[in-house]
């Protein structure tokens, strides 16, 4: 699949810590920097910014102890904008935080597009020039720094509004020193043919303004956010025009529509266009450096992310399944595995019987005839027609097996339950649940409170159970959605509970798995998804009735 001729090695650049964070509701803590840098460096990412060390305490701290990690690969990079106006690069506060956080790469971030320089730094278009020229000098003559590198901010833009200029803001750059000249896509809304055009004619209008060639020019870099929707094209339209370096971040998290997702290029260049980069194996730990950076920046995970995301290779239809069970490659374009990811077959009323088999068989075994299959699949269509949606309930789709082959168990038999809710003004509100149930000969009739209906049943029931089946300590609700199904029936519509349990299985390994219910009744639902959890635990855990 990979085109052979696209051997070139192509630094990844992560900016996941520094433009990342300006992403909507992301914050890191200085711990979770540290370890993020570690996993990108484990996967061979060449460079990892840190932040800025003029920004904010955390921020300096990082550079103090990132110089404690053993990094094997990745070398760590300063941001900063170029000097103020007017003052020597030596008396300015962020060029001293620059050379002072003793990361051997500085990024300095400059202007190209003349509208910035005059309306927003509102300063002479020489002393910009100037700005990016002394600012990237200054950094290059620090003992501790290696290289520099210099972000055109807007540089798309800019090169639109005025060619001359933008050339001669990144010959400013080249004469600093810089070694890398990094075109941003700072609004993010360029199309793809003008990337690809200021990309084919860039170098060559540098080399003939420097009077040099352009082979003897610092090599170009592209930085790109994602407002079009086109910054992983955008990235890779830069590669192919010759780009030796790819910055963005992880998961695309960043300001206003995010960065390029790094783990969606990293897996087209390597896996589809032959280009080298990372370490060997590192592609396969895409999904682990994904799943890492949504827990620690307490994003929620995009589902439908290229590659890593949980439905990737989730398949739904049931034709397709039909197809996947016979060759896999029918409607997956890699195989899961190689990005670290997994197959998901869905049973849904859009199944077949293919998606039952798939599903179940493993477990089921021959139990899982043509005609089981297909009661099933009715029971399912008919169920899902009334509100409930098994994809997201796998566990309450196996208790539907085990009726359907008449293997379900009785764990017990309820005669009722009852909640009581007393709404005082200016007093906590008060829940109690009562459950009356038979459990073998016995009758069981106990009272909880609660906090709300749900945590009040759940502890009644619990409390009827547990003399019989104390496994049912192991089981920890944790997490609870309540979704309307129709909402034109406005508070008379009906709710489909979802609850997600966490659990010892008999092997010792923690499970997750999720229930479903759906009434008129909140509480009705909720109940359905308590109980069906319970009894399918029971049943995993073989518990005797
Ligand atoms: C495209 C990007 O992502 S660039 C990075 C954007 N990220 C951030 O802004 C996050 C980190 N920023 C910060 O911590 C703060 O904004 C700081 C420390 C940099 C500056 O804070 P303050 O001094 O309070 O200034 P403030 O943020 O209000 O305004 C920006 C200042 O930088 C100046 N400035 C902006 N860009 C540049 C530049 N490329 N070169 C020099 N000066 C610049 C502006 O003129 C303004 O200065 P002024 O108030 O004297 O006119
Ligand atoms: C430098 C940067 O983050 C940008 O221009 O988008």
């Not at 192509?10 to 540290?34: A, H, P």
């Not at 110089?67 to 900063?80: I, N, P, S, Y």
């Not at 998901?344 to 477990?363: D, F, P």
């Not at 005082?424 to 008060?430: A, K, Y």
């Amino acid at each position: 699949m990979a085109s052979p001729e696209n051997n070139r090695r192509i630094e990844i650049y992560d900016t996941t810590l520094r433009d990342g964070t300006q992403g909507v509701g992301v914050s890191l803590t200085l711990t979770d920097k540290l370890a993020i840098t570690q996993l990108l460096d484990e996967m061979g990412v060449d460079f990892v910014e840190g932040g800025y060390p003029l920004s904010n305490p955390k921020d300096v701290a990082y550079f103090e102890e990132v110089q404690k990690l053993e990094l094997k690969h990745t070398r760590v990079c300063a941001f900063g904008m170029t000097r103020r106006k007017g003052i020597d690069p030596a008396d300015d506060q962020g060029m001293q935080a620059l050379v002072n956080s003793g990361a051997p790469i500085i990024t300095i971030v400059g202007k190209t597009w003349d509208l910035h320089v005059d309306e927003v730094l509102r300063i002479s278009r020489e002393e910009n020039l100037a700005m990016i020229r002394d600012s990237v000098a200054f950094c290059r003559s620090a003992d501790s720094v290696q290289e520099v590198f210099y972000d055109a901010e807007h540089f798309f833009d800019g090169y639109r509004a005025n060619p001359e200029y933008a050339r001669q803001t990144l010959q400013a750059a080249i004469d600093g020193g810089a070694t890398r000249l990094v075109l941003c896509d700072t609004n993010g809304g360029s199309m793809t043919d003008w990337v690809t055009q200021v990309m084919a004619e860039l170098k060559e209008k540098l080399a003939v303004d420097a009077d040099t060639s352009a082979e003897s020019l610092p090599s170009l870099a592209i930085h790109c956010h994602n407002d079009a929707g086109l910054a992983v094209a955008n990235s890779q339209a830069a590669v192919a025009a010759g780009a030796v370096q790819v910055q963005g971040t992880i998961n695309g998290i960043g300001e206003r529509c995010g960065n390029v997702d790094l783990l969606t290029v990293i897996a087209n260049l390597k896996l589809k266009l032959g280009y080298d980069c990372l370490i060997d194996g590192a592609v396969a730990r895409l999904g682990e450096l994904s799943d890492a950076v949504y827990e620690k920046a307490a994003v929620e995970p995009n589902d439908g992310q290229p590659y890593v995301g949980d439905n990737a290779f989730a398949h739904k239809g049931g034709m397709h399944v039909h197809a996947v069970q016979r060759i896999a490659h029918s409607y997956e374009h890699v195989e899961p595995e190689s990005v670290g990811n997994q197959r998901r077959i869905l049973v849904s009323e859009l199944s077949g019987r293919s998606n039952i088999a798939a599903t179940l068989g493993q477990k089921f075994g021959d139990a899982v005839t043509p005609e089981v299959q297909t009661n099933l699949l009715t029971k399912v269509q008919d169920l899902e027609h009334r509100g409930y949606q098994f994809e997201h309930a796998p566990a309450s789709l196996e208790l539907l097996m085990y009726e359907a082959i008449g293997q379900r168990p009785s764990f017990w038999v309820r005669d009722h339950y009852r909640c009581v809710i007393l709404g005082v003004p200016e007093e906590p509100t008060q829940t109690e649940a009562i459950v009356k149930l038979t459990v073998g000969d016995e009758v069981e009739h106990r009272v909880a409170e609660g906090d709300g209906p749900v945590n009040a049943l759940d502890a009644a029931l619990r409390k009827a159970l547990r003399a019989h089946y104390p496994q049912i300590d192991e089981l920890t609700l944790t997490d609870y959605a309540v979704r309307v199904v129709n909402p034109t029936a406005q508070s008379a519509a009906k709710v489909r509970a979802t609850a997600e349990f966490e659990a010892r299985g008999v092997d010792g390994n923690l499970r997750r798995f999720s229930t479903i219910g759906v009434d008129e009744n909140i509480v009705d639902a909720s109940w359905q998804a308590l109980s069906d959890a319970i009894q399918y635990y029971l049943i995993e855990v073989g518990a005797e009735k």
